[in-house]
């Protein structure tokens, strides 16, 4: 089945900072998403994003589809943006979803 | 807004119970999933629904069983209970497939 790497697995920032995680996925995808896990373990949407680019304020996304990857820019972090980041691509034709392991971003004050 | 509702936040049960997480959307979606994540194991999907008393084993469908009844309702059911159930349990719902999944808040489980 189709597989799917974030990189780097933990990032730890200064408040201010700029960073960029990224996804990459083995096969062709018609879907993937991006989410953040809250401290309460709630996936919260950020982008869905099979191919372009996106922005959303700080945030922006961009899937080169045929190169396979995506990544996420996040400008000006703040404290309230740490928690975990998925990137997730279809597995199937009935839209179930295969996650990456995720990169766990610490911003620090 | 999109919802979707998971029955419990906290959840503590004993082995061997029969264990219903439940899970609601508002969205008149057509697929719905549940997962279980796990520290260093990830999401990993159990079972999925794509219609009404349709379902599909996942990846990990051991142990468990679902039912959709109501287009609206997906349960996830832990026949007999026991402690390498105590995990995350996430519900999503989406469309179609290739369309945008969402998730609900998530259940903690410990089985003890």
């Known amino acids: 089945g189709i597989q799917v790497e974030q990189s780097p697995p933990d990032l730890i920032l200064q408040e201010g900072a700029n960073s960029t995680l990224r996804c990459n996925f083995s096969?062709?995808?018609?879907?993937l998403q991006w989410f953040h896990q809250n401290p309460w373990g709630q996936l919260i949407n950020l982008f869905y994003?099979?191919?372009g680019t996106k922005q959303n304020g700080r945030l922006s996304a961009t899937t080169v589809a045929t190169e396979r990857y995506s990544l996420l820019y996040i400008s000006s972090s703040q404290t309230t943006d740490s928690g975990v980041y998925f990137c997730a691509v279809d597995g199937g034709s009935q839209g179930n979803l295969i996650f990456g392991k995720g990169t766990k971003l610490s911003v620090k004050p | 807004d999109v919802k979707v509702t998971q029955s419990s936040r906290y959840l503590v049960k004993r082995t061997g119970e029969k264990v219903f997480l439940e899970c609601v959307q508002d969205m008149d979606h057509e697929n719905m999933f549940w997962y279980r994540q796990d520290p260093g194991l990830g999401l990993r999907l159990i079972y999925f629904s794509y219609d009404v008393k349709m379902k599909e084993k996942g990846d990990i469908p051991e142990g468990y069983s679902v039912s959709r009844e109501k287009k609206e309702r997906f349960s996830l059911i832990l026949e007999s209970a026991s402690t390498n159930q105590t995990s995350m349990y996430l519900c999503?719902?989406?469309?179609?497939?290739?369309?945008?999944?969402?998730f609900g808040q998530g259940t903690r489980l410990t089985v003890v």
């Open positions: 994003i099979p191919s």
């Open positions: 096969d062709s995808v018609n879907n």
């Open positions: 999503a719902s989406s469309r179609r497939e290739y369309t945008e999944a969402f």
